[in-house]
């Protein structure tokens, strides 16, 4: 798996995610004449990812692009090589807001004259801070609740529309040999960050840069989530966790929260007997869906700033042929331009289209003002709510605090 993607989708939905690493780091591309540029990516598990990255950069002809293949905790690599002027010229993932704020990337916005609008606005907001672009959005994951038909048809339940139905389902599906869901081997802390918060109508921050859950129906909403756990409805200690749907296809949650990269192995093990929902509404919200993307940036220390530039609008912004075929044929994940989601085959039909349209009518994505240390705040909370029963009213009030004092310090900044 593409550990830090999924970690970023998994922590609320900052940048994007995928599946199992292979283990190949190795430099490739660097076909045309001009200046030598350095282009990074994270590892993809999917096979033929690697490949094709390197063959497009062959194709490139203005300049040798040689790309770098880097497993390990790939941000935190970017984080420090963007302070070195070792680092690469073009990088994939979610700058940050501190390395905005800090210099540290340059202004892309320039690149998508003409085409800003084909690019699905859930993971190009998260890339824009100041009415500039800091990264051009490569593809889009997504996470979402995996039901198995049958196993619903038996118990005479139906798919949950609502966190309430959610709860009372998880409890009718479990049985001596199968849970009724399945939120990851952490009952649910670590991937469901503030999808919950959303679908009850709140957000993480508000569009003028406050806290978006210092409300009551946080807490409820989160009391719920805590009593999957209490009920003792969630799969705990399963071989794998949630960004493998493999417990769900065994036969050991009758529900599974996961990603779409699981869909075409979903399909071929269980054929039509299975269906995809959003995280159901709670209270006067709507359901929400975590999305996220890496995008393509360029460091600040390049020394070939605009060479740098004219690539990454070449590969992404230009080549759509490259920009499906990466999105599309190794693993299996959303165009983030919308004119090429629309027309994918393989977006077209049965759950893929399903998971298309919660996307585009329910997708958020985490902002750009909800930094690290506001995540860990609030994810420390939404641990001990979910599995020691920490009062949740309690608990917020102390993330609110936190979060509002970050968000000052990063006003303060700007």
Not at 139 to 163: C, F, H, N, W
Request: charged share 20%.
């Amino acid at each position: 798996m593409t550990i830090s993607r999924r970690t970023l989708l998994a922590a609320g939905v900052g940048a994007g995610l995928l599946t199992a690493c292979g283990s190949n780091t190795g430099r490739g591309g660097a076909g045309g004449s001009g200046p030598a540029l350095s282009q990074w990516y994270h590892q993809y598990g999917e096979a033929g990812t690697e490949q094709a990255v390197k063959r497009y950069a062959a194709a490139y002809k203005k300049a040798a692009v040689s790309v770098q293949w880097r497993p390990g905790d790939y941000d935190q690599q970017t984080a420090a090589a963007l302070l070195t002027d070792s680092g690469p010229d073009v990088f994939e993932g979610s700058p940050t807001l501190d390395q905005i704020q800090g210099g540290q990337v340059v202004d892309l916005t320039d690149l998508l004259a003409g085409v800003k609008d084909d690019f699905n606005p859930a993971v190009l907001i998260p890339k824009t801070y100041d009415g500039k672009v800091w990264g051009i959005p490569q593809v889009i994951d997504m996470q979402l609740l995996y039901y198995r038909k049958s196993l619903l048809q038996d118990a005479g339940v139906e798919p949950p529309a609502t966190l309430d139905a959610l709860v009372d389902a998880a409890g009718k599906l479990t049985t001596k040999k199968t849970k009724g869901l399945f939120l990851g081997n952490d009952g649910g802390a670590g991937v469901l960050g503030g999808t919950p918060l959303y679908a009850a109508g709140l957000q993480l921050v508000t569009d003028d840069g406050k806290v978006g859950f210092d409300d009551p129906a946080a807490a409820r909403a989160l009391a719920k989530v805590h009593q999957l756990y209490a009920d003792k409805s969630l799969l705990l200690g399963a071989p794998a966790d949630w960004s493998d749907p493999s417990a769900f296809l065994q036969g050991l949650t009758a529900m599974q929260w996961s990603g779409l990269w699981a869909l075409p192995q979903v399909q071929k093990e269980l054929g039509d007997d299975f269906g995809v929902l959003p995280f159901p509404a709670d209270g006067s919200g709507s359901p929400s869906v975590p999305v996220g993307a890496y995008g393509a940036a360029v460091s600040a220390r390049s020394r070939h700033r605009e060479a740098a530039k004219d690539f990454v609008k070449w590969l992404w912004v230009e080549r759509t042929d490259y920009q499906e075929d990466f999105a599309l044929s190794y693993g299996f994940h959303i165009p983030a331009r919308v004119s090429l989601a629309k027309k994918a085959d393989r977006l077209k039909a049965g759950a893929a289209a399903e998971a298309v349209r919660l996307t585009t009518e329910h997708g958020y994505a985490q902002p750009l003002l909800w930094t690290p240390a506001s995540q860990t705040a609030y994810q420390d909370a939404l641990s001990r709510i979910i599995r020691s029963g920490a009062d949740p009213e309690n608990e917020l009030k102390t993330v609110v605090r936190k979060v509002s004092a970050e968000l000052a310090r990063v006003k303060r900044k700007s």
